[in-house]
């Protein structure tokens, strides 16, 4: 499984971004797919993940801002994440990411988004 992502940059706070991820390769072996992100100096966390039956979890600090949206296909799947009402704190590298069915995870390169005060 291969994923590029592309999107994010420098915003002000109270702005929008779009994330998008492509994922390439055997689609059948993928059970979710999802966003994380990582500060300066903190560990990577989860923002938002979709399952293949259409199941999404959200981070509580993205609650209400933050939708992730998927459109599984049987030689690609794209997952995007669009970012409404940005905060400084919202400022990360942002991973894509494919959980497979036996739990493996695939990564993406990271994508910087930077929101301005």
């Known amino acids: 499984v291969q994923l590029q992502a592309s999107g994010g940059g420098l915003v002000q706070a109270g702005g929008s971004l779009r994330l998008s991820c492509v994922a390439s390769g055997q689609m059948s072996v993928i059970n979710r797919m999802g966003w994380y992100r990582q500060a300066p100096g903190k560990q990577r966390e989860l923002v938002a993940t979709?399952?293949?039956?259409?199941?999404?979890?959200?981070a509580d600090a993205v609650k209400g801002r933050f939708t992730i949206a998927v459109l599984y296909g049987q030689r690609e799947n794209t997952v995007s994440l669009q970012m409404n009402s940005l905060e400084p704190e919202d400022t990360a590298v942002y991973y894509c990411?494919?959980?497979?069915?036996?739990?493996?995870?695939?990564w993406g390169q990271g994508t910087q988004v930077t929101v301005s005060s």
């Open positions: 979709v399952t293949v039956g259409g199941i999404t979890n959200y």
């Open positions: 990411n494919a959980r497979l069915y036996n739990a493996e995870d695939y």
